[in-house]
């Protein structure tokens, strides 16, 4: 069994990431920096946010808001784990299980059919959460799929080439420290005035006309694309479709019904652009895209300044109001988003350089004048 593991150390308060080794020992992981720091994680506070499914990065976090981080790219490290600790290591998930869950959890699914007919309130949520956090992602990117093709058709997107270069570049910056990722981000302009941004399963993400107008910088836009990419990464927007759309949509993804799912895709379009996450969600959402912005260089002052402009324009003109309705707080969300980017210590990069964001911003052609 090997004890011995390396991986890479995040302190949660600055961007920094360090080169760790790992070891298991009976009560908990013994950590060595490079830097010739030694820490030690007891097992019962370790949590585990990442590594669910194979191929995705194991991401081990200790403490409370700002949270202490490990990154281990083999899974086999959980295996290990357990292995050597099974009692004190058992609230942390074991690959070992993962062919044989499947099965499982259809046979529960069906067991809790029954119980949702008469307990329909928390019936609902309770099996969201478990088909959410289950489902493959090529059925999530079927999923996001059919929403986008509903919620932003061909006719209604912005696709200047050049700028769309532009945007695109803001993307990859975000995407690069996640390292191997299942999914593939994509950000997709419709010509609306709506200030809003959308999360769709499987990793498209819509930015509204009406918001990109609203954004002063690169850096403004990028804090915007860092909260959704948490969103879809924490699996937040399936999970809330989950929940609020037909039980046929839950349904088919209990029983891993991949060729109905384009049945679903206006419902689910029309249940997007109303959702509303829980506070919980947004909150996540919120602190680690700030972590994600701190991790690829990008100031994050961008993400404060774009959220302080909406609470600002809180009760303006109707149109400005469906992304504050959807992301509520924002005084208070401001706050612990400047708690994290204190610890931010490198000098940031800038995006875009050499190009006027106001010219970026005119993606989407100017409609004709009438008359």
């Not at 918001?211 to 937040?236: C, D, P, W, Y």
Request: include cysteine; aromatic fraction near 6%.
């Amino acid at each position: 069994m090997q004890t011995e593991w390396h991986g890479h150390y995040l302190d949660g308060r600055t961007a920094l990431s360090q080169r760790a080794t790992i070891y298991l020992t009976e009560s908990g992981l013994r950590i060595s920096l490079e830097s010739g720091r030694s820490l030690s994680w007891p097992y019962g506070e370790i949590r585990q946010t990442q590594g669910f499914y194979s191929g995705e990065q194991i991401r081990l976090e200790r403490g409370g808001e700002i949270a202490e981080a490990l990154l281990v790219s083999e899974e086999d490290f959980l295996i290990s784990l357990h292995q050597f600790a099974p009692k004190l290591a058992k609230h942390l998930h074991d690959p070992r299980w993962r062919g044989k869950r499947a099965p499982l959890i259809l046979a529960a699914a069906a067991a809790t059919v029954g119980i949702v007919a008469a307990l329909y309130f928390w019936g609902i949520p309770a099996l969201a959460a478990i088909a959410a956090a289950r489902v493959p992602v090529s059925w999530e990117e079927r999923l996001g799929e059919a929403v986008i093709s509903h919620l932003a058709p061909e006719p209604a997107r912005c696709a200047d080439p050049g700028r769309s270069r532009m945007i695109e570049t803001i993307m990859t910056t975000l995407t690069t420290p996640l390292g191997r990722s299942p999914y593939r981000f994509r950000v997709i302009i419709v010509d609306q005035p709506t200030v809003n941004a959308l999360a769709a399963p499987g990793g498209p993400i819509v930015i509204f006309r009406g918001l990109l107008e609203q954004t002063r910088s690169a850096e403004e836009l990028a804090g915007v694309l860092a909260h959704e990419i948490q969103h879809i990464l924490k699996r937040h927007s399936t999970r809330a479709l989950f929940e609020h759309a037909s039980t046929g949509l839950l349904m088919a993804a209990v029983a891993g019904d991949v060729s109905g799912i384009a049945a679903f895709g206006l419902e689910t379009a029309r249940t997007l652009g109303l959702l509303r996450y829980s506070r919980r969600s947004e909150e996540e959402a919120d602190a680690e895209g700030m972590r994600l912005l701190l991790a690829a260089g990008v100031d994050p002052a961008g993400m404060i300044a774009f959220f302080e402009t909406m609470e600002k324009k809180d009760g303006a003109a109707p149109a400005l109001l469906a992304y504050l309705s959807t992301h509520p707080g924002a005084e208070q969300r401001v706050e612990k988003l400047r708690t994290i980017a204190q610890g931010a210590r490198q000098k940031p990069i800038r995006l875009v350089p050499n190009y006027d964001w106001r010219e970026i911003k005119k993606i989407c052609p100017a409609a004709p004048k009438k008359g």
